[in-house]
């Protein structure tokens, strides 16, 4: 069974490794399969050749739409996992349709991924019952780097990072972030969390997509982009109305985001854009493109107070 909020135990064991955003590493996809299969999961790719590349794409838009429908209905799978982020779910995504035909399932991604996974938390919220969404490691990440060889551009995640996907997956609940206060006031928020990639975000606005954020935390993350790109992308979410309401604010890891020449912190230009919201804003939490990356769900409640988002156990 899956539940709504931060425990939950699997259905089972069958993965489907899915590849609906860009292309990913073969290699490191192939250790991430064995790592799962050494941790008692079975995995199997979507499509038999794994997929074929089309630009920075895992495959034609058919192809990657066909890997999102087997992963959300398809039978013989009780979690989806995405192979790789990178673009691609936006192009897909209004070809799922209704996910209400899924249940007892579990998908698996961040990234590009944040697209599905804070809609998958949207209708399992509103229909009762659905996919539940992990915001976690991707396949070709999965395996340790010492054990399986470096790839150049894929970072793995670090040990602890796999000890809590284990242990959200096997047994729930997520394991508590440490977080240091960066601007706003101090207050004790409890809410929902959703979010993910700053950039996904952002290019969520305005469309069917767009994610509810009102009474919410939301969790924001990004990769490669200089400090002046992070301003005018959280700018552009306050002024489309995209944070109206936000309870609070936690931010992740901003890896490869360092400043060029007088550009300032990524932390600087961070508390500079979100303090207008008037609201708790911290910082520090595991997750990201780095290798600390700790799972969590999608829409689960959460605590965040003196210096820790605590997840709210399932009564």
Known sequence: ???????????????????????????????????LAAEGFTAAFARPDGGVPVRYLGGTDVERLADLRAGLVGDGCDIAWYARGGY?????????????????????????????????????RELGHGALAVHGPVVQTLAPAD????APGVVCVDAASRTALLRLLRKGPATDFAIEHLCGPRHAVRGPVVGGNLSVLASACGTAW?????DRIVLLEEVGEAPYRIDRMVRQLRQAGALAGVAAVVLGEFVGCAPAGGEGSVRDVLADVLEPLDVPV?????????????????????T????????????
């Open 147 to 150: 054990l399986h060889g470096s």
């Open 210 to 214: 767009q994610v509810d954020v009102r």
């Open 304 to 315: 965040v107070a003196a210096g820790r988002l605590a997840w709210v156990a399932e009564p």
């Open 1 to 35: 069974m899956v539940t709504k909020g931060s425990a939950m135990v699997t259905a089972g064991n069958r993965v489907l490794v899915m590849a609906p955003a860009g292309p990913f590493h073969a290699e490191r996809c192939a250790a991430g399969m064995a790592w």
């Open 88 to 124: 691609g779910t936006a192009r897909v995504i209004e070809g799922v349709g209704s996910c209400s035909a899924v249940d007892c399932r579990i998908v698996v991604g961040f990234s590009d991924a944040t697209i599905l996974l804070n809609w998958l938390a949207r209708q399992l």
């Open 282 to 302: 911290w910082h520090g939490a595991p997750v990201g493109h780095g290798a600390r990356n700790y799972a969590w769900v999608v829409g689960a409640e959460a």
